[in-house]
């Protein structure tokens, strides 16, 4: 599903505007990656939460050549599904 088809499906159920579900997709998202930014978890119970995890330097090695490179430490987000969600899927 893309992010028009959510868009439609949103308008559908709410009985928005596609404009309207569109702005309010868009401010979810905003407020998640806000949120992600000042290293806050967002917890959408059923559906799962959205956390940053982070990961230290280690050692790897370039593809082309085989020599040993060193990945620097970074951060990234990390999706833990909701037990809804997992039954949803497991079915």
Excluded at 17 to 31: F, G
Excluded at 44 to 51: N, P, Y
Excluded at 70 to 85: D, H
Aim: proline share 4%.
């Amino acid at each position: 599903m893309r992010k028009s088809e959510l868009v439609a499906a949103i308008a559908a159920k709410a009985d928005l505007p596609k404009d309207q579900a569109n702005l309010v997709l868009d401010s979810i998202l905003d407020q998640i990656i806000q949120a992600m930014g000042r290293k806050d978890s967002v917890t959408l119970v059923g559906f799962g939460t959205f956390l940053q995890r982070h990961r230290g330097a280690r050692a790897g090695k370039n593809p082309q050549t085989g020599e040993p490179v060193t990945i620097g430490a970074s951060n990234t987000v990390a999706f833990k599904p909701g037990k809804a969600l997992r039954d949803a899927i497991a079915k």
